[in-house]
């Protein structure tokens, strides 16, 4: 199967529009743009063998607030491993219902996998379609569309799935930045819900691979069976162990992200053409605008990029994403937003 288009792919980009590399403003990817700040790393977390350790545990447990976890490098090596790990728990199971629009690689795997594809517009389907051992996967919030449900919203559809012998996976990439958070992971029980959280987004530091998966144990045995030892490196296990347990930095993080947010949402709206109709939508870790003009999202990604600004076309062709930008990163994508107006 073919490689699926997504934010990041910087190198392809720059090739293609004949622009250095160096030269862009990366704003494809809903990865924060201020880092937790990778100080010292032990020569020893290099050094040694990876052994999964008790402070990034214990950081981790406390962060996430579940002490029965599993330590992946990134939620998309887990990904990829669900559909093969439930047809040998549920060799029965056929359907799984997936969200229409959103981060692909789910849809892909269980593809992959053999398994029929039922794909859900915004709202969740409606409990009476639902058969047995079949799987529910959402991405809460969505990414691109945003779309967040309560945590009162999935507990219905938790205990539905699990009446039916069913799997529950509930994708919590972007969750970090929700203010009540509605995570489910105070609501794992004896159930087989899964619930995976990405570390690289909101600590800023997508590169060093790291990723959380919390369910019961049974299942977190069932991973960590399938994962082999040293699957994470020494240094990532490292920085992670501080930045989970950094609180303050995780409200600093907070505050400027939404600060941030708020004013790249003020900017678009005051810069884009008048004339085009378009909405907005957002989390504090990217936004997205959808234009009613058919054309107008390829139309304005192809002249931002001429521009060496980089944003997400999304795959429906009419949104595009942008990530949150710092105040430099923004006063330039505003500069070149005002000139394309004029242009076009
Ligand atoms: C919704 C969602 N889930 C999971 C991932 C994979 O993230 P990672 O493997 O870095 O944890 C992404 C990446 O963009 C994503 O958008």
Redesign the pocket.
């Known amino acids: 199967m073919a490689l699926l288009t997504?934010g990041g792919q910087l190198a392809q980009i720059a090739k293609q529009f004949g622009i250095e590399q160096s030269q862009w403003l990366d704003l494809s990817t809903?990865i924060a743009p201020y880092h937790y700040p990778v100080g010292h790393v032990p020569i020893s977390a290099y050094q040694q063998l990876p052994q999964v350790n008790d402070e990034l545990i214990n950081a981790a447990a406390s962060y996430y607030g579940h002490d029965v976890l599993a330590i992946t490098n990134?939620?998309?090596a887990v990904?990829k491993l669900l559909p093969n790990l439930w047809r040998e728990k549920s060799s029965r199971s056929t359907n799984v219902y997936l969200p229409k629009h959103?981060?692909k690689e789910h849809q892909q795997a269980w593809q992959q996998a053999q398994f029929t594809i039922c794909l859900y517009d915004d709202e969740l389907p409606p409990l009476a379609v639902f058969d047995d051992h079949c799987v529910l996967v959402i991405?809460n919030p969505n990414?691109p569309t945003t779309k967040l449900f309560t945590q009162q919203e999935i507990l219905i559809y938790q205990q539905h799935i699990a009446s039916l012998n069913g799997l529950l996976v509930v994708?919590e990439?972007f969750m970090d930045v929700i203010t009540p958070s509605q995570s489910m992971i105070s609501s794992i029980d004896d159930s087989n819900t899964i619930i995976?959280r990405?570390f690289?987004k909101f600590f800023g530091l997508?590169g060093i691979r790291i990723?959380f998966v919390l369910a019961n144990n049974h299942w977190i045995a069932m991973l960590a069976d399938s994962l082999g030892p040293w699957q994470v490196n020494g240094p990532a296990q490292y920085i992670a162990a501080q930045a989970l347990s950094d609180k303050a930095w995780h409200s600093e993080q907070r505050k400027q992200l939404t600060q941030d947010r708020q004013a790249l949402v003020e900017m678009l709206q005051s810069t884009l053409n008048k004339n085009e109709h378009h909405s907005i939508v957002h989390t504090d870790l990217f936004i997205t605008i959808y234009f009613n003009q058919p054309q107008r999202a390829p139309q304005l990604f192809d002249t931002l990029c001429q521009h060496g600004i980089y944003v997400r076309l999304c795959d429906d062709q009419q949104s595009l994403r942008f990530g949150i930008a710092t105040a430099k990163q923004r006063s330039l994508l505003a500069c070149v937003l005002r000139l394309t107006n004029l242009i076009d």
């Open positions: 997504h809903g990134g939620s998309q990904i959103g981060y991405i990414n994708d990439a995976l990405s690289g997508a990723g």
